[in-house]
C-alpha cells in the first residue's frame, strides 16, 4: 500500500519508465541468479542424480560421464544416488530442484516409456523434464539354466510348449523391463510361461542359476556368468549381434523385426533454459565419442554410446511409449 500512495503523485509517462526498469532489473536479476547465460555455464559443481545403486547401467554411465565432463567442462561432476520406486524418487527430487543445469537426471528409459503406464498416481517424468541427451544403450540377454537340455531358442520354445507343468521365468520384478521383454517374446512365439517376480535382477539371476526358474531376461552385465557357465546364453533382444556377446544370436534372427533394448538419458527439469540445454547436450555429445569413455562403457558389460538429434530422442520415447504401454495395457498391470 505504501508503495502506491508513493507512486501516486508520478506522471504516465513516469510510471512508464519505472515499470520498464523494475521489469529490466527483475529479468536481470533472473538471469543473474539462475546462471543462465551459457557463457558463464557452468560455474559450480554439477549433480547427476541416479535411480539406482553404484554397479548399475545407469549408475556406471553416469560416473564415466562424469570423469569425462568434469575434464571437459572445467569443475566437478559427480554422481549421487537417490534410490527407489523404479526411479520416480530420483526424478522426484531433480523435478524439485533450481531448473539452472546444475542437478540432471540419468534417467533409465523406464522412467518415461513404463512408469506412466505403471504407476498412474505417480510423478509423470514425460511433464516434468526436458531431454538434453541420449547417453547409452544395451541389449537384454535371455540366459537360461545352464542344465537345461536346449542349445538355443528354437529349441527353448519347444521346450517351453511342451513343458508339463508350466516351465517358470524369472524377473526383478513386476512390470520391470526383464517381465516386459518377456511377455512380448511369450506373444511372438505363442509359448506360456509362469512369470515369478523377484526383488531385483541379482535374486532373480540366483533362482535362474539354481534351477528355481528355467530363464530370464539379464542385462549383458551377466556376460561373466554367461562366459564361466553358470548361465547359458541363447539370444540377445535387440536387432544386432552384442560386441559383448557376438556369437549369441538375436531373436530377430528367428523372430524378424524383434527388437527391444535399453537406453540412458540425461534429463533436465523443465523449465532449464535453451542455452544450458545446448550446452550441455554439445558436452555429452563430446564425451561419448571419448574413446576412453566408450571403452568404460564397453567395459561395464557391453554398453554402447548413443548419440542421437533431439527429434530422434524424442522419436525414441514416443515408439516405446507405444510399445510398453500396449503390452501393460494386454496384463492389467497396475502398481501404487
Known sequence: MNQLIRFRGLKPSQLLMLCGLMLFAS????????????????????????????????????????????????????????VGSNGNIAADVVSHSPADGYTLLIGMDSLFVINPYLYPKSINANNEFRQVAT???????????????????????????????????????????HHLTMEMLKGRAEIDLLHVPYKGGVEATTATIGGESIAMFSGTSNANLIRSGKLKAIAVSGLKRSKDLPDVP?????????????????????????????????????????????????????????????????????????????????????LN
Do not use: C, H
Open 250 to 334: 538375436t531373436i530377430a534372427e528367428s523372430y524378424p523385426g524383434f527388437d527391444n533394448t535399453i537406453w540412458i538419458g540425461l534429463f533436465a527439469p523443465k523449465d532449464t533454459p535453451d542455452a544450458v540445454i545446448v550446452k550441455l547436450r554439445q558436452e555429452v555429445n563430446k564425451a561419448l565419442l571419448d574413446p576412453e569413455m566408450v571403452e568404460a562403457l564397453a567395459k561395464a558389460g557391453g554398453i554402447e554410446p548413443l548419440i542421437t538429434t533431439q527429434e530422434e530422442f524424442s522419436n525414441l520415447i514416443k515408439k516405446d511409449q507405444l510399445k510398453y504401454s500396449s503390452i501393460i495395457k494386454k496384463l492389467n498391470l497396475k
Open 27 to 82: 529479468a536481470v536479476s533472473s538471469q543473474s541468479n539462475s546462471g543462465v547465460n551459457a557463457s558463464n555455464y557452468p560455474n559450480k559443481s554439477i549433480r547427476l542424480i541416479s535411480p539406482i545403486p553404484p554397479g548399475g547401467a545407469p549408475d556406471l554411465v553416469g560416473r564415466a560421464l562424469a570423469n569425462r565432463l568434469t575434464n571437459q567442462m572445467g569443475v566437478s561432476v559427480f554422481v549421487e544416488n537417490k
Open 135 to 177: 547417453l547409452a544403450s544395451n541389449q537384454f540377454v535371455l540366459a537360461i539354466n545352464s542344465k537345461l537340455p536346449v542349445k538355443n531358442l528354437a529349441e527353448f520354445i519347444d521346450y517351453a510348449k511342451k513343458a508339463n507343468p508350466i516351465a517358470a521365468y524369472a524377473s526383478g520384478g513386476n512390470g520391470s523391463q
